[in-house]
């Protein structure tokens, strides 16, 4: 999109564009975690330029309609059940910036943008940021998934994104290509079911050739077993929308865990 469909004030923000990520962030565990997985997370932002922003879109907000944070201090959100109490008292007191999500809703206009005030930062989110990070000293806001919309619509609203990327805001969106707590083995943490890895890899070639159109479509065997739910596989539409013609992915964490949870990562643009 070019910059002259910039608000006012996101123009006078312009600064070196700034790359845009997917991450697969698979069991909340990887909070506390100093791992293979977490140190791929952390090295995806080195030489990054200080976002003045970071907006996130998580898997694990779902609206009718389409809603940005506009709170002055997200709350650190445990969507889950189950784990550590550490994990449940862990809080990632990111500011936010209602300034900016005022300009979001312009940005994406005449989409309706409702200014949310209650949602905050879930895990889908702060467990990734706790690593990238740490010290939760930048203004962080999520963007909600409309689940009334079809995977090209999530791609089109992506797209509409685009000029933030030169603004100083870093999206980072954030789900799991392949994600089916169902199919989970447990007792196998290292290991791919061969369906998975099918598509796993089906889709990182599309990316890798910017055929994105075919990312649409979830029609094959593999595809209903690697996303029985659509939720975890739309963040991924949304970071793939946000590349330049000739910029491809950087692919990173090309691993699957518990033989169906997917971790392959990729970040949109140069090192800065």
């Known amino acids: 999109m070019p910059v002259t469909c910039l608000p006012a004030n996101l123009k006078s923000a312009m600064t070196s564009t700034l790359p845009a990520l997917f991450i697969g962030h698979g069991n909340p565990m990887h909070a506390l975690n100093d791992n293979a997985v977490t140190r791929a997370w952390r090295a995806s932002v080195l030489g990054v330029a200080r976002p003045r922003a970071i907006l996130g879109i998580s898997a694990h907000w779902l609206t009718r309609g389409t809603a940005v944070t506009a709170m002055l201090r997200p709350e650190t959100i445990h969507d889950f059940e189950g784990f550590p109490r550490e994990l449940a008292e862990f809080a990632y ?3 936010g910036e209602p300034s900016l999500a005022r300009e979001i809703a312009e940005l994406l206009a005449p989409r309706n943008i409702v200014l949310d005030q209650d949602w905050g930062l879930d895990h889908g989110l702060w467990c990734l940021l706790a690593h990238m990070f740490p010290q939760a000293d930048i203004p962080v806001l999520q963007l909600s998934l409309d689940v009334n919309l079809s995977a090209a619509e999530h791609y089109l609203l992506g797209r509409g994104l685009r000029s933030l990327r030169d603004a100083g805001v870093l999206i980072v969106a954030s789900g799991n290509i392949v994600h089916n707590l169902g199919l989970m083995d447990w007792r196998h943490p290292e290991a791919a079911a061969d369906w998975a890895q099918r598509f796993n890899d089906r889709v990182r070639d599309r990316l890798a050739q910017a055929d994105h ?14 996303v029985p739910t ?43």
């Open 93 to 95: 007191p990111a500011p």
């Open 213 to 226: 159109s075919a990312l649409f479509v979830l029609d094959s065997a593999d595809a209903r077993r690697a």
């Open 230 to 272: 659509p939720e975890h596989y739309w963040p991924m539409l949304y970071a793939a929308a946000l590349a330049d013609a000739g910029e491809t992915p950087d692919f990173f964490n090309d691993r699957i865990e518990f033989a169906s949870i997917g971790m392959l990562s990729f970040r949109i643009g140069a090192q800065a």
